[in-house]
């Protein structure tokens, strides 16, 4: 009988922890992950819960959210360092202000219109397919682990190492589209350019729809209406102002109305409807990933990748692992 119990035991031990101990070691291998004294609080926006991670599992989730798992390993790379930059000058710079912002208090959030993308491990295994997932995810280690505590600072302080989907060809001045200069973010030549063209769409967009959403209404359009085109562009040539019948109209501002996938655009017209064409996507500041990934194919490290897109920073070890600075 005591054998009898012995051996129900051991199963029972077998399959409650040895089996998802394996299971574990099958989707997350810990030798890969090194102990990180350092944790911080993620609001995880699609769950709705807040999350302690260790900063190195965090940049996992964010670098497989932000970047195709399938590019080089050093634009891997360069998104990782990119993305510790981001977060550690978030965590210092506006502790108080993420507080506020984030339910429960939460030092930074998976929202990418607030602060970074982030995926879990089950959403990444939803993403990608359980058979690609561990290849996937080791990439992805490897370029968090080989960066360790890695980050770019310009006079002594951490950069804001914003990045890009695709600019479609140069790198847009942060001036442009915050209106501030930052001397690290300034315009670049950048070779994602075929790519640029793939990532645009054309979206038509009824004229009355356009007033309406942009709040003009039909009193605001002045007699001599004119159409809707590009009345000023940045020196990158993306719209900066959109003439919509005379009354102009941020082309930012109408980016975010239109859920345009970036400024750089050409407009027509087609009966009651405006076309707007545009080309990349995001923003356009800091690292184009596209570009990122273009240089990493012809044979460029992934410091040479951060140097080109964030002009005059230095990548240095921050003092203490993945501490803070
Ligand atoms: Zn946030
Ligand atoms: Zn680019």
């Not at 978030?90 to 939460?106: I, K, S």
Request: hydrophobic share 45%.
């Amino acid at each position: 009988m005591a054998r009898t119990a012995s051996i129900l035991v051991a199963v029972c031990v077998g399959v409650m922890v040895l089996l998802p101990a394996s299971i574990a070691l099958l989707v997350h291998p810990p030798s890969l992950i090194r102990p990180d004294d350092m944790w911080i609080s993620v609001w995880d926006h699609s769950a709705r819960v807040v999350r302690r991670l260790s900063l190195q599992d965090y940049l996992v989730g964010v670098v497989a959210a932000e970047m195709p798992a399938s590019f080089e390993l050093e634009a891997l790379k360069a998104q990782a360092v990119a993305a510790r930059t981001y977060t550690l000058r978030r965590l210092a710079n506006d502790a108080v202000r993420m507080a506020n912002e984030h339910p429960g208090g939460a030092q930074i959030c998976t929202d990418p219109s607030h602060c970074q993308a982030w995926n879990s491990r089950e959403q990444l295994v939803g993403k990608w397919g359980a058979g690609a997932y561990l290849a996937n995810v080791r990439r992805i280690i490897a370029a968090v682990e080989s960066t360790y505590g890695l980050v770019m600072t310009y006079n002594g302080q951490l950069i804001d190492a914003v990045y890009h989907s695709c600019c479609g060809g140069m790198t847009e001045d942060a001036a442009e589209v915050w209106g501030r200069r930052i001397p690290y973010l300034v315009p670049v030549a950048c070779g994602c350019g075929r790519r640029g063209v793939e990532l645009g769409e054309a979206r038509a967009v009824d004229n009355a729809y356009l007033l309406a959403a942009l709040g003009i209404g039909a009193r605001g359009v002045p007699a001599l209406a004119s159409g809707v085109r590009v009345a000023a562009r940045t020196g990158t040539d993306r719209a900066s102002i959109v003439s919509v019948y005379g009354v102009p109209v941020s082309a930012a501002q109408l980016r975010r109305t239109l859920s345009l996938k970036s400024t750089r655009i050409a407009i027509s017209s087609e009966g009651g409807k405006t076309i707007f064409r545009t080309t990349g996507y995001g923003h356009g500041v800091g690292m184009c990933q596209w570009g990122a990934a273009s240089m990493a194919e012809r044979g460029e490290t992934f410091d040479a990748i951060l140097r080109h897109y964030y002009t005059g920073v230095r990548i240095q070890q921050i003092t203490s692992g993945e501490n803070k600075p």
